[in-house]
């Protein structure tokens, strides 16, 4: 019987204790409180890291006793700490996922079979609304008054959050929403998965108070989980025969909902054994990226795609949307 | 028929227009309005305006209903549920 440790037991925690039911029918899972000394998760197979806090500490831990780990952690420090346990991972024959959530996570497979459909990508633009508990309405806060990573002519770059407002469109019923760039760290990670992308930008939502009150303390407590939450993803490109493409996909659902079931479709590629030791991010080429996203629409989410207006030259492609001259992003 | 001090008359028999005041003239047979002719051909042209306004909008607007090429709104586009391809 396999043995899955949760650390962690917020909104997203107890979404995920839900679902590895259903990757894992006859698994044991065992929830450890992240304050503790996690010893008893040294004998799991796997440890599903979804506290508020930074994950690190945790999955050093738990790395340490060789017990594989997937992170749902956001924070672009905390997951920039996670990316450099590739050696120790591998040196205990463990493997680790960094950004197993909805941002990074589920942005990173759908930027994958997104980037998959293009002979060539130029650029990748995400943005994300809502929050799932109260540590990740505080990890939004924060994330509007850092610096901004994003990658501009190949090169990363740092702009300060809360600038560059866009107004994005996310499926319905969340529908359109001024976004604004965040210290957020999917550009980092998708950087590196895709190292010839010219632009990558990271948005998130936000509305005027949340942007006036961003270096100030939480004025308020937040709420104990957000409304419906969405994500977006939109690559840009073009086919074989040069021609410009742009293809949107995203997401409209609870963020907690979102993150759990990327966690869990992580979890059970870890339980079955598919994944190498070593750091893995979600959108690797060497991940099963259709299967994972059937996985996520299995446990709940319903993944969607943009199709803008129809192609009338080529019906066939009427699933691609083709804009020129579209909106800057940067 | 009653006299106006200022010399004009105001005929009792004339044409039913109300308070349309009107000249005797010489010959005692002819009746000209001399007073409120000027609005009332104003109004009435006016009205004309209008009515032909109204008129040549309701034909442009039907022809362009009737032989306009815009078509119907889009049928598709917009969100819908990703495909995924077979492993």
Known sequence: ?330 | MATVNSGIVASTHAPTCAGLVVELSCTGTRHVAIKCLSEHATTMKFIRGAISAILLASAFAAALRVRGTGGTPPQHGGWRPLELPDN
């Open chain 1, 1 to 330: 019987m396999k043995r899955i440790a949760l650390v962690g037991n917020g909104v997203t925690g107890k979404r995920i204790a839900k679902r590895l039911d259903l990757i894992a029918p006859d698994c044991d899972v065992v929830v450890v409180d992240p304050r503790g000394t996690l010893a008893e998760a040294a004998d799991c197979n796997v440890a599903v890291v979804a506290n508020g806090g930074p994950q690190i500490g945790p999955a050093a831990k738990l790395l340490a006793h060789g017990v594989s780990v997937v992170c749902t952690s956001d924070d672009l420090g905390d997951v920039r700490a996670l990316s450099e346990l590739h050696e120790p991972a591998v040196q205990h024959g463990a493997s680790v996922v960094v950004g197993a959530g909805m941002s990074p996570g589920l942005t990173g497979l759908l930027a994958r079979y997104l980037v998959e459909q293009l002979h060539h990508c130029d650029e990748i633009h995400l943005a994300v609304h809502g929050t799932a508990g109260p540590a990740c309405a505080r990890q939004h806060h924060k994330a509007l008054a850092g610096r901004a990573v994003g990658v501009h002519n190949g090169l990363q770059i740092e702009r300060p959050a809360g600038s560059g407002r866009e107004l994005c469109w996310f499926p319905e019923p969340v529908g359109a929403y001024d976004c604004y760039r965040g210290e957020l760290a999917s550009p980092m990670l998708l950087h590196e998965l895709f190292p010839n992308v010219h632009r990558i930008s990271a948005r998130v939502s936000a509305n005027r108070r949340d942007r006036f009150t961003a270096r100030l303390p939480m004025l308020s407590p937040p709420h104990r989980e957000g409304g419906v939450g969405a994500v977006r993803v939109e690559v840009r490109g073009a086919n074989s025969s040069g021609e410009r493409l742009t293809l949107v996909a995203g997401v409209a659902e609870l963020v907690g909902t979102c993150a759990a079931a990327t966690a869990a479709a992580f979890t059970g590629a870890i339980v079955r054994g598919d994944l190498d030791p070593g750091v893995t991010v979600a959108g690797d080429d060497r991940l099963n990226t259709i299967g994972l996203l059937r996985e996520v629409e299995r446990l709940g989410v319903r993944l969607q795609e943009f199709t803008g207006i129809p192609h009338a030259a080529n019906p066939a492609s009427a699933s691609t949307q083709t804009m020129m001259n579209g909106p800057r992003h940067g």
